[in-house]
Nanobody, 117 residues
Framework: QVQVVESGGDLVQAGGSLRLSCSAS????????MYWYRQAPGKQREMVAV???????RYADFVKGRFTISRDNTKYTVYLQMNSLKPDDTAVYYC???????????WGQGTQVTVSS
């Protein structure tokens, strides 16, 4: 199994940038994909970006061109670079690992991102 821990959330002004980090530990070689999700107050959790173990990335339409997901393989840390932030980006951001042959999900505890107008 694996453990994932997010960090990097903060309060930022609209138009600003922030980089979130997700550190994975344990049997990381069995991770298939790494995801970033977010959940705003009163809303359902939604996928933001996903990175496969072959380095293929996909993004939700609402972040395309603004957010970039990447990975540092030496530390097995996944990043979410967020640029041109908007107040609508305010949410708790979660990292999720898709693990093993059964595609079991491992979630982090979340990190708060607040974008002020």
């Amino acid at each position: 199994q694996v453990q994932v821990v997010e960090s990097g959330g903060d309060l930022v002004q609209a138009g600003g940038s922030l980089r979130l980090s997700c550190s994975a530990s344990g049997m990381t070689y069995r991770i298939n994909k790494m995801y970033w999700y977010r959940q705003a107050p009163g809303k359902q959790r939604e996928m933001v970006a996903v990175l496969s173990n072959t380095a293929l990335a996909r993004y939700a339409d609402f972040v395309k061109g603004r957010f970039t997901i990447s990975r540092d393989n030496t530390k097995y840390t996944v990043y979410l670079q967020m640029n041109s932030l908007k107040p609508d980006d305010t949410a708790v951001y979660y990292c999720k690992a898709d693990y093993g042959a059964l595609h079991r999900d491992y979630w982090g505890q979340g990190t708060q991102v607040t974008v002020s107008s």
